[in-house]
C-alpha cells in the first residue's frame, strides 16, 4: 500500500519561500501522476498544483501560478513555494494517481493515494 509522506511545512512571513516534498518509503513514485492540493479552515480542498509521471505536464492553479513551482525525480515530488501570501495559508495534501498520464490532472477525485498533510502558515 502506497503510503505518502509530505515535509517541509512550517511559519513563515509574507514574501518568504517554503520547499514541500512528498516521498513514499519504499516506493518510487515513477508510475503515479502526482498532485499538491490545499484546504484552509471552512473552506473546500483545491487543487494547486500537479504533474504528470513524466514530468512534461504540469498545471498551476492562477492564484499561484509564476509564485510555485512543481518538480519530480523518481522519489520525490517537489512544491517550491515562493512569495507567499497569508492567503496561501492552508494544510497541503499530496496525493498520488496510479495511472500513466500525459497530462497533468488538477482535479482531486482521481487521486486514490493522500498523504496527512503539512500545515503552511504566511503570518507576520
Known amino acids: 500500500q502506497l503510503q505518502l509522506v509530505e515535509s517541509g511545512g512550517g511559519l513563515v512571513q509574507p514574501g518568504g519561500s517554503l520547499r514541500l516534498s512528498c516521498g513514499a518509503s519504499?516506493?518510487?513514485?515513477?508510475?503515479?501522476?502526482i498532485g499538491w492540493f490545499r484546504q484552509a479552515p471552512g473552506k473546500e480542498r483545491e487543487g494547486v498544483s500537479c504533474?504528470?509521471?513524466?514530468?512534461?505536464s504540469k498545471n498551476y492553479a492562477d492564484s499561484v501560478k509564476g509564485r510555485f513551482t512543481i518538480s519530480r525525480d523518481n522519489r520525490t515530488v517537489y512544491l517550491q513555494m515562493d512569495n507567499l501570501k497569508p492567503e496561501d495559508t492552508a494544510v497541503y495534501y499530496c496525493?498520488?494517481?496510479?495511472?500513466?498520464?500525459?497530462?497533468?490532472?488538477?482535479?482531486?477525485?482521481?487521486?486514490?493515494?493522500w498523504g496527512q498533510g503539512t500545515q503552511v502558515t504566511v503570518s507576520s
Open positions: 519504499g516506493f518510487t513514485l515513477h508510475y503515479y501522476a
Open positions: 496525493a498520488a494517481l496510479a495511472q500513466w498520464t500525459v497530462q497533468a490532472i488538477c482535479d482531486p477525485n482521481p487521486y486514490a493515494y
Open positions: 504533474i504528470s509521471n513524466s514530468g512534461n
